[in-house]
């Protein structure tokens, strides 16, 4: 088992910037990939970043050359740096790590204000 616990969610304006962070803490030897999802209201649930172990990593388009996804394995932490807001990247974020199954953090909120 894998426990996700993330942080760093919250209310900004357009243009702000925020940092996610998601911890991972129990059978981490497993985890090749983490990454981050985000459902907003009424939308389906859609990758918004990936990395794997080995530090590659993948955007949605909607995202790239704003945010930036980074890894610690040391600290078994994946990082969310988000920039240039825009309100449609209002959405609850989740973290994701693959491993032996597909392990999912509590969701943190962010909401951008126009």
């Known amino acids: 088992q894998v426990q996700l616990v993330e942080s760093g969610g919250g209310l900004v304006q357009a243009g702000g910037s925020l940092r996610l962070s998601c911890a991972a803490s129990?059978?981490?030897?497993?985890?090749?990939?983490m990454g981050w999802y985000r459902q907003a209201p009424g939308k389906q649930r859609e990758l918004v970043a990936g990395i794997t172990r080995g530090g590659r990593s993948n955007y949605a388009d909607s995202v790239k050359g704003r945010f930036t996804i980074s890894r610690d394995n040391a600290k078994n932490t994946v990082y969310l740096q988000m920039n240039s807001l825009k309100p449609e990247d209002t959405a609850v974020y989740y973290c994701?790590?693959?491993?032996?199954?597909?392990?999912w953090g509590q969701g943190t909120q962010v909401t951008v204000s126009s």
């Open positions: 994701l790590a693959v491993g032996s199954d597909d392990y």
């Open positions: 129990g059978s981490i030897f497993s985890i090749n990939v």
